[in-house]
């Protein structure tokens, strides 16, 4: 399936598998702004149209339109730049961990399905934004890396992670913005988002250690300047932020470095092994996946369909890393849907996807995005 078919896919179920709150119309359902529309066996089907295709671009096009024209901040700040929940009057809390990676990720699929240079433009605006508020000062032990989170609201500034606080970040995050500075430099020829994914990928290769169990080859929450992992004690008990498996962004960061010929080659591909071994030693056997959300506390273990799946996409994209990439892929695809399938809308022929075993409760973006690699994985056996 193409880029642009995976965006597809993404937007028509945001639109249609929308779970906020349940609301009844007489005897019609509702879910979020629209009568649940069905068919003659009492199946969902899209509410725009019932040509499938119509939906899809419908439904593309009004995440964008709210997108594009979100208002500003009372600094001149989009709020997409400062916050991760959107409502009519302000939402004090602040960005969302991997919120600007996902939207460059998204916006280089729309921009690929669309055309429209606006697309690019946002992209160039996000990018350089965070590149010049964001990073780790070079004389920290973990230099030169992105932090995931605003502290002070309107500051501007992104200076470390809602849980750990200032001088915290997460190395999961940086290379998802790494991998997605790359693109933006395919896309525009221009050096500095190069330059800006460099310089990530070399603090990860200095830092990765082999792992094992309980420690992923990063660790989920650093202090960049004192180099020590986020811990917090509960009831007399140390919990340490040192495990997660959302790396399948720091692989395709090493991918396209190597194949660029850009960087520090030879560590990259060090690194990249190194991480390789561990995620097939691990993660691949143990179903062990760990968090990925900035909300979740360091002492609440959680597995999130997040990683698990990106990973399942990273494999599938690059069958070549393993001869038993199927087995691999039905593996975590099986373990995803058996651990996360949320069997409330059964009647309407759905089965959506929850975010998290913390917080297990349906959501869009885990709904489209565990339907868009099982069609990934349909296409390529």
Known sequence: ????????????????????????????????????????????????????????????????????????????????????????????????????????????????????????????????????????PADHEWSNVPYPYNNDLHSGVYDGDLQGGQNFFQPDKAASFAAEAVVLYKITGSRKYLDAAIMIANTLADKIEPGNGDRSPWPYRVHTRKGKIHKVVTNGVTHVASYTANWAPALRLFDDLTTLGEGRVADYQRARLMLVDWITAYPLKTNRWGPFFEDIRTDVASDTETNADTMATYILENPDWDPNWKQQVKGILNWSFNTFANHGWQQYGVVPINEQTAFMFPGNSHSSRHASVELLLAEKT
């Open 1 to 136: 399936m193409s880029s642009s078919a995976r965006f597809a896919v993404s937007a028509v179920m945001v639109a249609t598998l929308s779970f906020s709150l349940l609301a009844r119309n007489g005897l019609q359902e509702e879910l979020e702004y629209h009568v649940i529309k069905t068919d003659q066996e009492g199946k969902i089907v899209p509410w725009f149209s019932s040509n499938p295709g119509e939906a899809y671009d419908h439904n593309i096009r009004l995440v964008w339109d709210f997108w594009k024209n979100m208002r500003t901040c009372p600094n001149g700040v989009k709020y997409y730049l400062q916050h991760r929940i959107w409502k009519k009057r302000e939402d004090p809390r602040g960005l969302g961990g991997d919120q600007l990676n996902m939207a460059l990720s998204s916006w280089n699929l729309l921009h690929q399905y669309l055309g429209d240079s606006a697309v690019k433009d946002d992209m160039v605006y996000i990018a350089d934004y965070y590149i010049a508020h964001a990073f780790s």
